[in-house]
């Protein structure tokens, strides 16, 4: 079964995200996509490693910037090997779409150098591809953390705004294979297919 939790900057998502992964599963595969650029960040990515550990739930971190799809499929054949022992696979948490986005679209950039937009859209493409159907095919529980980033003023340089979009077709993307889609403000989890509009009901 895979969510989706979403919300904006400081919302509590991540928060919830590790909440929820603790009530689904006894133990957890914490995916980080992030890269660190500078000393700010290590300072953050040590933080949050250390409030996970002192959670008190089982946390084994995985640093993946980019093959997130293949890392994921290796999850997928170790569940099914612990299944088959009878045991339950962890959670696993991946945290988050939108900096892996970041890191697809920079390595997009460098491949344009070489080859041809469409080449490379295609490419891009790919990755949102592969990373749908492992979703829809989940053999373990696994969250997706996300931003919404569309709710905020137009960015002013390209890049900014072809990352906007990418990410709103990515969250739109994740949010239809999603079993169950969460959005996080101010703390505040809502389960928005829950309550999604339905077409029948005019």
Known sequence: MAYLVTGGARSGKSTFAEQLA????????????????????AER?????????????RWVTIEEPMALSSRLQQ??????KLKKRGDQPPVVLVDCLTLWLTNLLM???EREKSESSATVQD?????????DAIAKEAAYPLIFVTNE???????????GRKFRDEAGRLNQRMAGVCDKVF?????????????QFQWDNL
């Open 183 to 195: 959005l996080v403000t101010a703390g505040i989890p809502v389960e928005l297919k829950a309550i």
């Open 107 to 109: 390595e997009a950039e």
């Open 75 to 80: 999850l997928a054949m170790e569940a099914q």
């Open 123 to 131: 490419w891009l493409l790919k990755q949102v591809d592969d990373l």
């Open 149 to 159: 980033v569309g709710d905020g003023i137009v960015p002013a340089y390209p890049l």
């Open 45 to 57: 990515v040590a933080l949050h490693r250390n409030n996970r550990e002192q959670s008190g739930f």
């Open 22 to 41: 603790s009530h689904l599963g006894e133990q957890g595969v914490y995916i980080a996509t992030s890269r660190i650029w500078d000393e700010e960040m």
